[in-house]
């Protein structure tokens, strides 16, 4: 997908709480996902944030599903993973689950859900998208900034 057209907008998320859900697997392109998450909020001022951690992107739609519901619900989840396609029709099953399911976290909780899944032909995709030094693209910020907006906007 094309930067180009992409929203220039000012987010205040001061005394927001936010929840970061990210998959284990690549984890060097993950970790550079949760950096550029975790900047992009801490430049939003957003000081409570906490990090879930699961084993693939498979199982953040439930994680996600779980927080939403919990008591000490946050204003907003942020969900970052990595998919890289295979030799198998895994690739896609992962992918539509994942997109699926925190799509419907988002629509029946009404909680805001970054979408920070990178979902690449292969490795080299994913790095220029990962927010590390010398990539072009920085995904992790741009869901926190997402879903920071669409709090301030509702
Ligand atoms: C099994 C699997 C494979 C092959 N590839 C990925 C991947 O590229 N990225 C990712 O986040 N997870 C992968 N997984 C793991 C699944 O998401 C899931 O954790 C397992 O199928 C167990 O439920």
Redesign the pocket.
């Known amino acids: 997908m094309s930067k180009e057209g992409s929203p220039t907008i000012e987010i205040d998320g001061a005394g927001l709480r936010v929840v970061i859900v990210t ?4 984890e060097k392109i993950t970790t550079a996902l949760l950096e550029g998450t975790q900047r992009a909020l801490a430049e939003a001022n957003v000081t409570d944030v906490e990090v879930v951690r ?6 953040l739609s439930v994680a996600a599903a779980r927080i939403a519901r919990s008591e000490h619900a946050p204003d907003a989840i942020v969900a970052l ?4 396609r ?1 030799g198998t029709p ?2 896609d099953f ?1 992918c539509t689950a994942a997109t699926d399911g925190l799509n419907r976290v988002a629509l029946e909780t009404g909680i805001p859900v970054g979408f920070g899944l990178l979902t690449c032909d292969d490795e080299q995709q994913a790095l220029e998208r990962s927010g590390m030094p010398g990539s072009s693209e920085d995904k992790g910020a741009e869901a926190a900034q997402a879903a920071i907006a669409t709090v301030r906007a509702l």
Do not use: Q, R
């Open positions: 998959a284990s697997w690549h699961v084993p693939g992107s498979f199982e993973g990595v998919v890289i295979g895994h690739f992962v």
